[in-house]
């Protein structure tokens, strides 16, 4: 298998790097090839935050700025992109950049080996929010950082450091000039100028220029049309999907998998978009879960808590909502929302595509009905009716950046005091995500009331025969199951204090 060069920007000069496996990690490259040393290797499963760096793609007129863990992103997957790493911020006269000085200031590091992950979370968030005008709370602050883990220093200085940056004097990036540059980083389709899109299309989506054309040999297909995606497909069905690289990062980090030949979704156009209808929104499966979270909570604003804990904003910026889906672990959290919100997945090849229910995709552990030649497309999500009430439960070890024990959501609408409809998903629970059928028949025309909600409590810890791993028990999970049913039947009656949505910690002022 060839590797292609693979071209971006950064520190303001083009770099080009030739003869790049296809599964070797960002992170790999900039300490190795690049001597980038300032770039850590902490967890090396995107979980601890210490081997920021921040990425940037065109959207109209402007860059936008993405904060991603560089130890399980595949570095052919940035080809095209600007990047940042820690080493880039300060000024050439050596001044500090004000996600630099403001740790210093704020006393935000002890060893310092979290340190670089820290500054490089703080630059994303001074370009997405200073730069722009807007200010950051500690609340913002202590979201877009959940990513990154710091073992000795605490965390009230680096929060405090998040928001004295607006305090200094302003540094802004010259995003005329990366705008200039960056269509210079990725091949054009046969050699000739890139192709840009309508400015109407630049309005919708980021640029993504057109793919240079794919030969058999070619270790790292990344396709830009779904035509070009589905064309792929069907001529090299043995290659590794990746869309984002969340989950088959670590399989070459942790596993240690090697994969001969990868192709990329990302950069499909047409499935970077996510799509309003009348009665649903269309998820592309490339959409990263940032934006594919933001679209739900911009219909939901209920699920805002539940979209934040899924991970760490840099696995929000670069895992995507179809990766996860078409992963089908038991233990993914974006699954059992979209099974209760009765989502479907729309599947396609070169001649035809299909639709179906979002549970019945699965088939087993990891398994699922696709077709050697077949790519999940689109995540179809019906649109909230006006009297639903829904309520999505995370229960982990740690509140932020964990994964699961146990997630369950529901979502009910009534007619009266009877329950009109109900659709209840769950994870953790089974070998794949799945629908809670027994639970729902059990309430479906019943009234809605304490008895009923226990019964369906009692019915939910009979209905899954759940494993006692790592995280939780078989026993705790089935009664963790029971108790969220009846947190759901407090909250439906408008009881508040039973959760940490409502609970708001107030700071103390010398």
């Given amino acids: 298998m060839e590797a292609k060069t693979i071209r971006f920007f950064r520190s303001g000069e083009l770099v080009s790097l030739t003869n790049v496996a296809p599964d070797r990690t960002l992170l790999e490259v900039l300490r190795e090839d690049l001597a980038c040393t300032g770039t850590k290797e902490g967890c090396g499963e995107g979980d601890c935050g210490a081997c920021t760096v921040v990425v940037a793609e065109p959207r109209g007129d402007a860059l936008e700025y993405r904060a991603i863990n560089s130890c399980i992103r595949l570095a052919h997957s940035i080809d095209g992109m600007a990047l940042w790493t820690v080493e880039d911020l300060a000024a050439a006269d050596g001044t500090l950049h004000p996600a630099q000085e403001a740790m210093v200031q704020c006393h935000g590091s002890q060893c310092g080996f979290c340190t670089p992950g820290f500054v490089m979370s703080l630059f994303g968030m001074y370009q997405n929010h200073v730069c722009q005008g807007r200010p950051i709370s500690r609340e913002l602050a202590q979201e877009e950082l959940s990513g990154n883990l710091c073992r000795c220093t605490g965390y009230r200085p680096i929060l405090d450091a998040a928001r004295r940056m607006a305090e200094l004097p302003r540094v802004a ?19 000739g100028d890139p192709v840009l899109p309508s400015a109407a299309e630049e309005r919708r989506q980021p640029w993504i220029p057109a793919s240079a054309g794919m030969t058999e040999g070619e270790a790292y297909l990344a396709p830009g049309t779904l035509q070009e995606l589905l064309a792929a497909r069907a001529a090299f069905p043995q290659a590794q999907i990746v869309a984002g690289c969340t989950d088959v990062g670590l399989w070459i980090t942790k596993q240690h998998r090697r994969f001969d030949q990868l192709l990329d979704v990302t950069r499909v156009r047409e499935l970077r978009r996510i799509e309003d209808y009348e009665n649903h929104i269309a998820i592309g499966a490339a959409a990263t879960l940032t934006d594919a979270f ?34 089908g672990s038991p233990i993914g959290d974006s699954m059992p929302l979209l099974i209760a919100l009765g989502a479907q997945v729309v599947l396609m090849k070169r001649d035809g595509h299909r639709h179906l229910p979002l549970e019945a995709f699965y088939t087993g552990y990891r398994r699922n009905v696709l077709a050697p030649d077949e790519v999940l497309a689109w995540i179809l999500v019906p649109k909230p009716r006006p009297d639903e009430f829904l309520r999505a439960y995370k229960v982990s070890r740690r509140f932020d950046d964990d994964i699961s024990a146990v997630c369950l959501v529901v979502r009910m609408e009534l007619e009266g005091d009877r329950v009109k409809d109900v659709a209840i998903g769950a994870g953790g629970v089974a070998a794949t995500p799945v629908r809670a059928t027994q639970a729902e028949a059990f309430l479906a025309g019943r009234a809605w009331n304490a008895d009923s909600a226990l019964q369906a409590g009692d019915i939910l810890r009979s209905e899954f025969q759940p494993i006692s791993d790592m995280r939780a028990g078989a026993d705790y999970r089935r009664t963790v199951l029971g108790n969220l049913m009846q947190r759901f039947w407090r909250e439906s009656q408008g009881e508040t204090a039973i959760n940490l949505e409502q609970f708001t910690l107030r700071e103390l002022t010398p």
């Fill in 173 to 191: 990036v010259d995003e005329a000039a990366v705008l200039r540059l960056l269509p210079q980083t990725r091949h054009s389709r046969e050699g």
């Fill in 294 to 327: 933001a679209a739900l909570v911009a219909q939901r604003p209920q699920l805002k808590t539940f979209a934040n804990r899924f991970a760490g904003l840099p696995v929000r910026n670069a895992g995507t909502l179809g990766g996860n889906v078409a992963n």
